[in-house]
């Protein structure tokens, strides 16, 4: 059974390494994910792969981004699917809108989220 990780900040941990999907600055989002080497290049290429590998109620993944870049992108999470970027800083540049999307049963821990004018930061959709 996953379990929460009891380090300097709070990060859901999966029940296998298998359900990690990896993001980096050196990937490419047609990789599989599946490890640091085949890193997926955005966090929402990797967001879907994970719902593609079968995220769901105890079976829960986690997108780790593994360096410090910027990530410029509108994320839509999807649930039983957390992202662990404690050193990334999450932007949308363009336009209105959200930067983050939220649905229930996910979680984001990240360094920074930027917004411009009429955007929001992060948004939970109750639906």
């Not at 990780?5 to 709070?10: A, E, I, L």
């Not at 993001?23 to 719902?51: C, E, F, R």
């Not at 990334?88 to 939220?102: E, Q």
Request: with cysteine; charged share 15%; hydrophobic share 45%.
């Amino acid at each position: 059974m996953p379990k929460a990780y009891q380090g300097p900040y709070p990060v859901f941990v999966p029940a296998s390494e298998q359900d990690v999907i990896y993001v980096g600055k050196h990937g490419n989002d047609a990789n599989s994910g599946l490890n640091v080497q085949n890193a997926k290049l955005t966090i929402q290429a990797a967001i879907t792969q994970a719902v593609t590998n079968g995220a769901a109620v105890g079976n829960e993944y986690v997108v780790k981004v593994t360096d410090s870049g910027i990530y410029d992108e509108a994320l839509t999470l999807a649930a039983y699917v957390h992202i662990d970027a404690p050193f990334a800083r999450l932007i949308k540049s363009s336009a209105a809108g959200n930067v983050i999307t939220a649905v229930a049963n996910t979680s984001v821990i990240c360094g920074w989220i930027d917004v411009i004018t009429a955007q929001i930061g992060y948004v939970k959709n109750n639906a």
